[in-house]
């Protein structure tokens, strides 16, 4: 479960991102100044700070540049007002990972933490994966069955791809539609649900019956190898 910390003075947009966050999984924290929020960024190490720049006892600037200087891999987004170019640019060159500038959407903010977070914890992913009588190459972008080729639209193999290389992980139809269609442009959830019923009739043995690309109810989906050889890379 990563560890946001929220360095932010407004009660009320505090809450509404703990909300946020927490449904999606998180966990959050909190500070309602800068030299408390550094502190708590030190003390509890989060897996991201998002920090406003304009925080009383000590600036959000200030904030970024002495927690970089300490723990240089914390991913940190910052949030500007409208206007505020020049904290942009100086933020971004004291080492904040990315701005959002007020107002904004949840959702836009929490594609960028996702962003943000997959930058720093990202590790090899498997180009050739194996289960059943399925083998998917990502590097070539090519799957067969039973030695056979399945012919897959960009997105179908995208969303394939990210499901399987997120294997035993829940995906909320929110994430795939950000990680497959970006959050600037995407359509209803509802397209998630038909990208992957083609794609359980394209390459499960028995669709009505899905054993590799699960229904999570009230969750999203899941892609399980039920214990088929996966995640061999070459």
């Known amino acids: 479960m990563p560890k946001i910390l929220i ?37 509890d190490s989060p897996d991201l700070v998002i920090l406003d720049v304009m925080m009383p006892r000590m600036s959000g600037l ?31 060159e004291l080492g904040a990972d990315d701005y959002v500038t007020k107002p904004f959407s949840p959702r836009e903010l929490l594609a960028r933490v996702r962003a943000a977070l997959r930058h720093t914890t990202r590790v090899p992913e498997a180009q050739v994966v194996s289960f059943d009588d399925i083998t998917a190459d990502f590097k070539k972008m090519e799957v067969n069955r039973d030695g056979k080729p399945v012919v897959l639209t960009a997105q179908e193999f995208k969303t394939f791809q990210f499901l399987v290389q997120n294997a035993e992980r829940v995906i909320s139809r929110d994430e795939l539609l950000n990680e497959v269609w970006g959050y600037q442009n995407y ?4 397209t998630v649900d038909n990208h992957v019923l083609r794609l359980r009739q394209k390459l499960e043995p028995d669709p009505a019956a899905p054993r590799f690309l699960m229904t999570m109810h009230g969750a999203g989906y899941k892609f399980s190898a ?4 996966a995640g061999s890379v070459v």
Do not use: H, W
């Open 187 to 190: 359509p209803s959830t509802r």
């Open 226 to 229: 039920g214990g088929a050889s």
């Open 7 to 43: 360095v932010e003075d407004e009660p009320g947009m505090v809450a509404g991102l703990r909300d946020n966050f927490e449904f999606e999984g998180y966990q959050v924290l909190s500070a309602m100044d800068g030299v408390s929020g550094l502190e708590r960024a030190l003390a």
């Open 62 to 92: 200030d904030v970024c540049k002495q927690l970089k200087s300490k723990r240089p891999a914390i991913p940190i987004i910052m949030l500007t007002a409208r206007g505020q170019e020049i904290d942009k640019v100086v933020g971004l």
